[in-house]
């Protein structure tokens, strides 16, 4: 999995450093490619909720993520590739790896082997 983080956002909300062209190209290399298996851009932040429960079993819920963090998680992709190599590679040509921005690069969990 790519987890797209933003390390600052335009007026728009678009990612710093790419435009939606840069995206609409990644998108389509990563499909035509063969590799995609899922994939989604995320809403803007103001739509976010966070939810929190206590060890009393309290449920919190506030408006927005607040993490302690300067990135915002922008979207991801789910890709199936041979490998953390070809992971990387398809990680460094995407748009949110650039201005600032960084993608992380996750196995996805297999808990049925």
Avoid: N
């Avoid at 932040?45 to 408006?63: I, K, M, N, Q, Y």
């Avoid at 300067?70 to 992709?77: A, I």
């Avoid at 490998?83 to 690069?105: E, F, H, K």
């Amino acid at each position: 999995m790519l987890l797209i983080q933003a390390g600052a956002v335009d007026a728009e909300g678009g990612a710093e450093g790419c435009d939606v062209q840069d995206w609409m190209e990644y998108d389509k290399s990563v499909q035509d490619a063969g590799i995609y298996v899922s994939g989604e851009s995320l809403a803007d932040l103001v739509s976010a909720t966070t939810v929190r429960v206590g060890a009393d079993g309290e449920r919190t819920v506030v408006d927005g993520p607040f993490a302690e963090t300067r990135e915002v998680l922008g979207g991801f992709y789910v890709i199936d590739v041979p490998d953390l190599d070809a992971a990387l590679d398809w990680a460094a040509r995407c748009p949110g790896s650039r201005g600032g921005g960084s993608v992380v690069v996750r196995p996805v969990a297999d808990f049925g082997a």
